[in-house]
Structure formats: C-alpha cells, structure tokens
C-alpha cells in the first residue's frame, strides 16, 4: 500500500516550517490540520456506521459477551483499550477508516476515550493533537507492545507486525493474564498460514504457542474496505483453552530478541547507553 498503515519508518517532511513564516502562522496552520483531520474521521465513522460489515462486527461483539455491561469471564467489564500503528490518519485513507473504526469499537463497548491508549512513532505533531482532542490518551514512549495487563483490554492492532503480536504475549505470558487480553488485529491462522512453521516457532515463539489454543473469530468486510479491515480476525485466550498448554511451557520466559529476523516489522524504541 502506499500509505503507512503499520509500523513502518516514516521519513521527515520537508518544508514543514517555510522560510520568513510567522511562528504564530504556523501554529494556526497546525490547528487547521487538527480541525480537517477530525471532520474527515467524522465523516468516516459516518459511512462506516451504514455499512453491513460494521453492523455484523457489532453483533460478533454482542455474541461474544464484550459489549456493556455484558460481563468478561464473568469478572470485570472491559473498560481499557490500547491501539498501536495506527498510522498517518492525516493523509492516509486506510489508516482514518482504522481510526474511525476504532472510535465505533469504543463507543460500542463503552469505553471512554480517555480509557485508550494510542501511540505510534510515526504520528506528527498535528495528528496528536487531534486524537488529543477526540479524548484519547496519547503515549510518548515506544512500548514495542510489551505492555502489562492487569485488567480485562482490548487490544486494537490493525496490520500491526508480527514482533508486536509476540512481545504483547511475552508481556502477559500467563494464564490468568492472557485471558484478560482480547486483540482485533491481524488472524493469526492467516499469519501462520503465510510463514515457514520453523521460522514462526523459532522468531515468534509466544504467538507460535498460543494459535493452536486461542479463540479466533474472523471479521467480516466489504469489498470496498479491503485493503483497511482484511484479514481481521476477534481473538481471545479462554482459560479453559489455556490450561491444554503444558506447564513447563509458562515457566520464566525469556524476552523475544529477534536476532534472525531481518524485517521485523515494527519500529524498535531507541536504545540508551
């Protein structure tokens, strides 16, 4: 695709700040950006709410106990989103209809804004201002995905790389943990069918371990958002599923390193001597 849906390496933008212009100029040009980034994710949420697809997404929800004030395994409703690699909603269609898709998740299952966590390295300026002012909580540090999970969260992770998938996993490599986890992202049968067995084994060894035993229902979508929502699969860890593991295999696992992989797909933090 031509634009950035995922996390890969943005170049700077040249001749952002123009020779001889006010510094008060640009600050205004910068709020302009902001109003036109949010009337164009307005009118996203707009054509994605008539959508078949986006109905079916919502009944799938509802079939699966996630929206309010249905009850995850029976413990706390879910109440936390995290979303990664969103990518440069300001100028990429594909990555304003995620966006758009998103808010609709959220305000389905009835999660505040403020209760979702967004960050990609490749965001400007004017895009974080913009998810700012649509409530979210924007994320200054790289987390590579490797966030801990403490209560029931939803994970929104479109065409995210497989290094993210399996850091998240490593973070939360437990039973009791992973079940609070649930993902809308990349199918993992799909990545699986698309990789040499050895080589997911061997780089990505949590995703690997879990595929046989997660609870993945794929996503419908409409010929016309194939490029933004194919390949979307609902992912959840039941417990009763995770206990077919053995149990040597939850046994001090050791942070993914990814020494083999020469794409690893995702923009790693910078590193601090």
Not at 217 to 234: E, G, K, Y
Not at 245 to 263: F, G, K, R, T, V
Request: hydrophobic share 35%; with cysteine; glycine share 4%.
């Amino acid at each position: 695709m031509a634009c950035n849906d995922g996390w890969q390496v943005a170049g700077r933008r040249k001749g952002a700040a123009r020779r001889g212009q006010h510094p008060s100029n640009l600050k205004l040009h910068q709020v302009s950006d902001c109003k036109l980034d949010k009337q164009k994710i307005t009118n996203a949420i707009n054509e994605l709410r008539g959508e078949n697809f986006w109905m079916e997404w919502r009944d799938l929800l509802s079939e699966h106990h996630l929206s309010n004030p249905s009850k995850l395994n029976g413990d706390v409703s879910l109440q936390h989103c995290v979303c990664y690699g969103l990518g440069n909603f300001a100028s990429c269609v594909s990555a304003r209809y995620q966006l758009a898709m998103l808010l609709l998740l959220l305000e389905t299952l009835q999660i505040p804004a403020s209760s979702c966590c967004v960050y990609d390295p490749v965001f400007s300026a004017s895009e974080c201002d913009a998810l700012k002012e649509l409530g979210f909580t924007v994320l200054t540090e790289n987390e590579e995905g490797k966030r801990p999970v403490y209560q029931p969260t939803l994970f929104y992770l479109m065409h995210c790389g497989k290094a993210l998938y399996n850091n998240l996993l490593w973070r939360n490599w437990t039973p009791e943990t992973l079940q609070k986890i649930i993902i809308i992202g990349n199918s993992f049968h799909g990545i699986q069918e698309r990789m040499v067995q050895r080589e997911l084994e061997r780089d990505y060894s949590f995703l690997s371990n879990v595929i046989s035993v997660c609870d993945e229902t794929s996503l419908p979508c409409s010929p016309r958002f194939l490029d933004v929502f194919n390949d979307t699969a609902l992912i959840k860890f039941p417990p009763e599923n995770l206990d077919k593991l053995p149990e040597n295999m939850w046994i001090e696992p050791s942070e993914p390193l990814y020494q083999h992989c020469q794409d690893l797909e995702i923009i790693q933090r910078e590193k601090r001597s």
